[in-house]
T-cell receptor, first 111, second 114 residues
């Protein structure tokens, strides 16, 4: 089993729709979580950190479910510009920080 | 504020040749990361520096890859000798502190090994 898993998609949704995807992790000791977006042939860009209580940034909401070991990203009122690959990052702290990126979920918004 | 700079942007070499990549992080960022991203996969951490010390290099193939950050600012990643499976994008990222992993990425170097 991979340490961090994401549904590769693609998720193909109409503009204005709400879409959500999850990222599961296997190490219950993992402590920090992030979402990045990556446009085709570009570098990843930080979208948001994921806090224990959940957090929102405009149309984006991130949640953490420690019991079931997953994080989620919800996008409301999706825009064409939201089309990208969304990468989750899971960090476990021990003697050194272990940083693992998921393989990404591809999202395509259609007009 | 200037972002993370990387060069070259593209490199094509033959297998068994050597190659080096350069990265200059955001000014004031103590932590620097090198990642390898193979097409269709997420970035894989190769090495993490805190200032000029190595924090984690557990996934760096040390028989052929080396990296340094001598003055705690810019960094180089070298591959010698290259293999076909090293074809990937090499991404450099930086963050303010070692326990703050909000990372800012450079544009990457696309390496093709033929």
């Amino acid at each position: 089993r991979k340490e961090v898993e994401q549904d590769p998609g693609p998720f193909n949704v109409p503009e204005g729709a709400t879409v959500a995807f999850n990222c599961t992790y296997s190490n219950s000791a993992s402590q920090s979580f992030f979402w990045y977006r990556q446009d085709c042939r570009k570098e990843p860009k930080l979208l948001m950190s994921v806090y224990s209580s959940g957090n929102e940034d405009g149309r984006f909401t991130a949640q953490l479910n420690r019991a079931s070991q997953y994080i989620s990203l919800l996008i409301r009122d999706s825009k064409l510009s939201d089309s990208a690959t969304y990468l989750c990052v899971v960090i476990t702290y021990s003697s050194a920080s272990k940083i693992i990126f998921g393989s990404g979920t591809r999202l395509s918004i259609r007009p | 504020e200037a972002g993370v700079a990387q060069s070259p942007r593209y490199k094509i070499i033959e297998k068994r040749q050597s190659v080096a990549f350069w990265c200059n992080p955001i000014s004031g960022h103590a932590t620097l990361y090198w990642y390898q991203q193979i097409l269709g996969q997420g970035p894989k951490l190769l090495i993490q520096f805190q200032n000029n010390g190595v924090v984690d290099d557990s996934q760096l193939p040390k028989d052929r890859f080396s990296a340094e950050r001598l003055k705690g600012v810019d960094s180089t990643l070298k591959i010698q000798p290259a293999k076909l499976e090293d074809s990937a994008v090499y991404l450099c990222a930086s963050s303010l502190r070692v326990l703050n992993h909000e990372q800012y990425f450079g544009p990457g170097t696309r390496l093709t090994v033929t």
